[in-house]
T-cell receptor, first 113, second 112 residues
Framework: DGGITQSPKYLFRKEGQNVTLSCEQN?????MYWYRQDPGQGLRLIYY???????QKGDIAEGYSVSREKKESFPLTVTSAQKNPTAFYLC????????????FGQGTRLTVV | KQEVTQIPAALSVPEGENLVLNCSFT??????LQWFRQDPGKGLTSLLL?????REQTSGRLNASLDKSSGRSTLYIAASQPGDSATYLC???????????FGKGTTLSVSS
């Protein structure tokens, strides 16, 4: 089945630690995105990538980093500089920007312990 | 700046009722509009995508309409079932197509 796979489903981060969230798609989509979802605030864009080896900051990129070395993979690293990382993280992809249908993964819930 | 609003924030209905969820957007120059469903603790599932040139799209018991001139879209759910209970989100792309702008959703509860 084609789709987007996010792992892990749950992740716990200690203070001062960097953690990486995985996102893999087999839809052959060029564009991939990371969103953060917080209760009462809706979804906010962290980073997006239109093609391999290129990515751009979204609205809330501070404290996050990404890479796009392969078309199917777009991992997100939450660094120690992100002061409030507890949230639900969603990865998405689309054929070509959001002019085409967007598909989302099942999400990763990150909790600071 | 584009803003998307969904009213009501929550809705409770008995099983079998037909219902309408509303979505409004401030900038009518949209490329498309997409409706999603989100179950608690899960990701988003795409329900319907309406292109700007279309007036409506149908999938099973779901029908979505789009009125660009008034900045509105509605999602009609026929003969609601308890399994329809979820949060429904609408979203439009920004002008560059690099981000989806979401409403905050309508949480639907269908009781049996």
């Amino acid at each position: 089945d084609g789709g987007i796979t996010q792992s892990p489903k749950y992740l716990f981060r200690k203070e001062g630690q960097n953690v990486t969230l995985s996102c893999e798609q087999n839809l052959n989509h060029d564009a991939m995105y990371w969103y953060r979802q917080d209760p009462g605030q809706g979804l906010r864009l962290i980073y997006y990538s239109q093609i391999v080896n290129d990515f751009q900051k979204g609205d809330i990129a501070e404290g996050y980093s990404v890479s796009r070395e392969k078309k199917e993979s777009f991992p997100l690293t939450v660094t120690s500089a992100q002061k409030n990382p507890t949230a639900f993280y969603l990865c998405a992809s689309s054929e070509q920007r959001f002019y085409t249908e967007a598909f989302f993964g099942q999400g990763t819930r990150l909790t600071v312990v | 700046k584009q803003e998307v609003t969904q009213i009501p924030a929550a809705l409770s209905v008995p099983e079998g009722e037909n219902l309408v969820l509303n979505c409004s957007f401030t900038d009518s120059a949209i490329y498309n509009l997409q409706w999603f469903r989100q179950d608690p603790g899960k990701g988003l599932t795409s329900l319907l995508l309406i292109q700007s040139s279309q007036r409506e799209q149908t999938s099973g018991r779901l029908n979505a309409s789009l009125d660009k001139s008034s900045g509105r879209s509605t999602l009609y759910i026929a003969a609601s079932q308890p399994g329809d209970s979820a949060t429904y989100l609408c979203a439009v792309p920004n002008q560059a197509g690099t981000a989806l702008i979401f409403g905050k959703g309508t949480t639907l509860s269908v009781s049996s």
